[in-house]
């Protein structure tokens, strides 16, 4: 039983341009929500995060957008740069400092 | 800034032997999470200590025990290993003094033959 889904597999953005990335869940009670940056043969590295009582969070090129009703997250980078061509983690957790749930990864590949 | 250290980066083990992973967390960090990363699969919890109590647990194997030290640092114990039991295994690290957000080691990549 898959929780969080990221449906997209994969995505190819040009440099310089925005790239979006979504999210989909399950638990209703999921209430706290990160984005996740993995290279290959590394831990992941923590991008951003949202609390369920926001529904936008900005980092620098980073945004996270929160849509509860619709139970979908999206990470926006804008802009892209090759640097940021990795695999990106959707994670959910509910009530804080608890097991944070993964989905399946969307692999980025941003083109100079 | 100090990061999540893991020992060791790659071991690699039998069948039927015993494996032990350690983890040491960011410093002044309480809570300390396992996780293992199977081949082309998302990152599963495995199980979680804070104050060097075990908090929370997700799908660790009986074989498989854990435990966090007075100095925070936790290790991952694995017996009677199995082929199926080779991966990468994160620990994580956070602070409830702080937010919820956790950070990971560079993980242990655990091969079984």
């Known amino acids: 039983d898959q929780q969080v889904k990221q449906n997209s597999p994969s995505l190819s953005v040009q440099e310089g341009r925005i790239s979006i990335l979504n999210c989909d869940y399950t638990?209703?009670?999921?209430?706290?929500f990160l984005w996740y940056k993995k290279y290959p043969a590394e831990g992941p590295t923590f991008l951003i995060s949202i609390s369920s009582i926001k529904d936008k969070n900005e980092d620098g090129r980073f945004t996270v957008f929160l849509n509860k009703s619709a139970k979908h997250l999206s990470l926006h980078i804008v802009p892209s740069q090759p640097g940021d061509s990795a695999v990106y983690f959707c994670a959910a957790s509910h009530g804080g400092y608890q097991k944070v749930t993964f989905g399946t990864g969307t692999k980025l590949q941003v083109i100079p | 800034a100090a990061g999540v250290i893991q020992s060791p980066r790659h071991l690699i083990k039998e069948k039927r032997e015993t494996a032990t992973l350690k983890c040491y967390p960011i410093p002044r960090h309480d809570t300390v999470y396992w996780y293992q990363q199977g081949p082309g699969q998302d990152p599963q919890f495995l199980i979680s200590?804070?104050?060097?109590?075990?908090?929370d647990k997700g799908s660790i194997p009986d074989r498989f025990s854990a435990q966090q030290f007075s100095d925070y640092h936790s290790e991952l114990n694995m017996s009677s290993l199995e082929l199926g039991d080779s991966a990468l295994y994160f620990c994580?690290?956070?602070?409830?003094?702080?937010?919820?957000?956790?950070?990971f080691g560079p993980g242990t990549r655990l091969t079984v033959t």
């Open positions: 994580a690290s956070s602070s409830r003094q702080g937010a919820y957000e956790q950070y």
């Open positions: 200590f804070y104050e060097k109590m075990q908090s």
């Open positions: 638990n209703s009670m999921f209430d706290y």
